[in-house]
């Protein structure tokens, strides 16, 4: 049993920067591949990034990628998303997302029906 905790979202400027953190209860951590979700007001929910259990193997949606930084620290069980140069189109909730991966090198494919644990999400709004 995983439980998914994220904060840090907020309100800031265009070209400015967040980071979000997700904090993780459960023992068993280390053996889930980490993601971000986001959800704008009138849009689907969509995939932001993940990182592999071991945290060596990080993907992104185009959309972030060279803005966006996922990490993960497993001694204290979070995962955080750096954001910079924000643009008014990252606003949105941003969920905390984790599916199994045990002991393999297999990265499971991080699509929202397919994840096995989510936070209740942190609110980023970019004003222009």
């Known amino acids: 049993q995983v439980q998914l905790v994220e904060s840090g979202g907020g309100l800031v400027q265009a070209g400015g920067s967040l980071r979000l953190s997700c904090a993780a209860s459960?023992?068993?951590?280390?053996?889930?591949?980490m993601g971000w979700f986001r959800q704008a007001p009138g849009k689907e929910r969509e995939f932001v990034a993940r990182?592999?259990?071991?945290?060596?193997?990080?993907y992104y949606a185009d959309a972030v990628k060279g803005r966006f930084t996922i990490s993960r620290d497993l001694a204290r069980n979070t995962v955080a998303l750096q954001m910079n140069s924000l643009k008014p189109e990252d606003t949105a909730v941003y969920y905390c997302?984790?599916?199994?991966?045990?002991?393999?090198?297999?990265?499971?494919?991080?699509?929202?029906?397919?994840?096995?644990?989510w936070g209740k999400g942190t609110l980023v709004t970019v004003s222009s």
């Open positions: 997302a984790a599916a199994f991966q045990g002991l393999t090198n297999t990265i499971p494919t991080f699509i929202w029906g397919r994840m096995d644990y």
């Open positions: 990182i592999s259990r071991s945290g060596t193997n990080t």
């Open positions: 459960g023992r068993s951590f280390s053996n889930y591949a």
